[in-house]
């Protein structure tokens, strides 16, 4: 088929290596780099070609996909491949990067002659391992021909969003609630424990009603369990945190209750729990 992008698909971690299965699912023709290569080696045996540097890996590409964990791991991956890049790719950056992380990568993207989409997604390892993210895409209508073989592998769901960087500011919302939503089921948790109630009381009376959410009983038992396999890293969480309070500081936001997570996220990061789900941030309350 000619209408389908080659695909270069730079971070291969929690998130990056469900989204790589997908685009290779789909056949879409795909090479991947990973900065730590063996996290990128089980991959050949789905049909991705594993590449020694980013330049290798986006050498012919049509899309480029970044999907590491900040602005920082972006611009050293894009630098690391710019000897690969074209100009007229199309840079399909996934990370969370935030608002300001946003606009640099828009320059540089520029810069190098390329197209950039800013796409953050929603949903963790699972949906990303089972292509249902939502891609929360926005940038140039001329591109979205070209990416959406991409979205439609990766996610269940698009939703374009005007111009680029207008993806990020909705993932930072959206991420938002959910660090809201963690903190609050650990300290409902940690109440219940205080007063002398079983805490998986707790969660038994909201289930199914009106303040019930599948978060609130999948963190929750997680929590209650110990359970802190990473789906959504601490450290990423913490990340976003800061990311969230600081768009809002820019913008004249007043995100009280946020700036308290992200003291509980930090608090629980100088802990030792940054390999850790976000959920660990209940073993510090
Ligand atoms: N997990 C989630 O639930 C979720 C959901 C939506 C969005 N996100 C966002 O998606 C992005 C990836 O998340 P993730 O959970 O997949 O993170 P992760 O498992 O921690 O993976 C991070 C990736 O970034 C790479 N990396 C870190 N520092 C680097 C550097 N300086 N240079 C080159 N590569 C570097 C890592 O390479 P190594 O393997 O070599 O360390 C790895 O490939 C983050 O921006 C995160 O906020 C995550």
């Known amino acids: ?23 290779a699912a789909a056949g879409l023709p795909l090479r991947v780099w990973n900065r730590t290569r063996a996290k990128a080696e089980p991959l050949a045996g789905s049909g ?15 899309v480029v996909v970044t999907m590491l964990f900040d602005v920082e791991s972006v611009e050293s991956a894009l630098a690391g491949a710019r000897d690969g890049l074209a100009p007229g790719t ?17 320059k540089l993207a520029a810069e190098l002659g390329l197209v950039y989409v800013d796409a953050p997604v929603l949903g963790t390892r699972k949906p990303a391992e089972d292509g249902a993210l939502v891609v929360l895409a926005s940038g140039p209508d001329e591109a979205r021909a070209t ?80 359970d802190f396999t990473p789906s959504f890293g601490l450290d990423g969480a913490a990340k976003d945190a800061g990311l969230i309070v600081e768009a809002a500081r820019d913008a004249g936001a007043d995100l009280g209750v946020l700036e308290l997570v992200q003291q509980h ?12 789900d976000l959920a660990a941030t209940y073993l510090e309350h």
Do not use: C
């Open 147 to 226: 990416v959406q073989p991409v979205f439609d592998a990766i996610g269940s769901r698009t939703v374009w969003v005007g111009e680029a960087g207008q993806g990020t500011r909705l993932k930072l919302v959206a991420n938002s609630w959910v660090l809201t939503v963690v903190e609050g089921i650990a300290e409902s948790l940690s109440l219940a424990r205080a007063l002398g109630v079983d805490p998986e009381a707790f969660l038994d009376v909201v289930k199914g009603g009106a303040m019930d959410a599948p978060y609130v009983q999948l963190k929750g038992k997680a929590m209650l369990a110990g």
């Open 1 to 23: 088929m000619t209408d389908q992008p080659t695909v270069a698909l730079l971070g291969t971690g929690t998130m990056g290596a469900g989204m790589a299965r997908n685009i």
């Open 48 to 62: 991705a070609q594993v590449a020694d540097t980013a330049a290798d890996a986006v050498r012919g590409a049509t």
């Open 265 to 276: 996220l930090a608090r629980a990061l100088a802990a030792g729990h940054g390999d850790l």
């Open 90 to 106: 199309v840079l399909v950056q996934q990370s969370t990067v935030g608002v300001a992380g946003a606009e640099r990568l828009a």
